[in-house]
């Protein structure tokens, strides 16, 4: 696609439910990166896929975060029994080279209510 | 500790103004540096990167940033902003030693008076 896309681009779920996010990066893009987003606040960084190398989930906040992507295509983030703090933008990136630039989706707001 | 610090957190200037949003890194080798760009709703996009060679680099939409590694700092300047440019702005350095991770600063707001 021209772009990485993200569905849904709002979610709004009660406390404790399962949410599941997806992410559709650039067509060839080697590397996926996951970051988390606070109102008024910087980028918190998830978990980084590369091709087919174990992910760096160094970034995970919780157990209840997962995060799979199947080659190097659509990734989807988990997140488990949601709680309040889990409210944020969430945004997926992709690159081409593990050192180069990312490109952003427009990102899924997630409320927890 | 790799590190990146927007020192300003909200900035207001003048339609046809200068602009200067800096930002400063902590990074144990050469670092590949990045200035994107947050509209309302929106996702990042990138104005400009540094990766080596010529210390002052240009991109789109008239921004330009210049790497000084002495004062490890990597700033952001537009000569005249336009009402368009108000948004958010985040430096980012990576990737980070050993990892593919890239961090980033905690963002400046930008806000332009007409």
């Known amino acids: 696609g021209a772009g990485v896309s993200q569905s849904p681009s709002n979610k709004v779920t009660e406390k404790g439910k399962d949410v599941e996010l997806r992410c559709d990066p650039i067509?060839?893009?080697?590397?996926l990166y996951w970051y988390r987003q606070r109102l008024g606040q910087g980028l918190e960084f998830l978990i980084y896929f590369q091709g087919n190398s174990a992910p760096d989930k160094s970034g995970l906040p919780s157990d209840r975060f997962s995060a799979e992507r199947t080659g190097e295509s659509v990734s989807t983030l988990t997140i488990q029994r949601t709680q309040q703090e889990d409210s944020a933008v969430y945004l997926c990136?992709?690159?081409?080279?593990?050192?180069?630039?990312?490109?952003f989706g427009p990102g899924t707001r997630l409320t927890v209510t | 500790a790799q590190s990146v610090t927007q020192p300003d957190i909200h900035i207001t200037v003048s339609e046809g103004a200068s602009l200067e949003l800096r930002c400063n890194y902590s990074?144990?080798?050469?670092?590949?540096l990045f200035w994107y760009v947050q509209s309302p709703g929106q996702g990042l996009q990138l104005l400009l990167k540094y990766f080596s060679g010529d210390t002052l680099v240009q991109g789109i939409k008239g921004f330009e940033a210049e790497f000084k590694r002495s004062q490890s700092s990597f700033n952001l300047r537009k000569p005249s902003v336009h009402w368009s440019d108000a948004a958010e702005y985040f430096c980012a350095v990576g990737p980070t030693s050993g990892t593919y991770k890239y961090i980033f600063g905690t963002g400046t707001r930008l806000k332009v008076l007409a």
């Open positions: 990074y144990g080798a050469t670092p590949y």
């Open positions: 067509s060839g893009h080697t590397a």
């Open positions: 990136a992709s690159s081409s080279l593990a050192a180069g630039e990312q490109y």
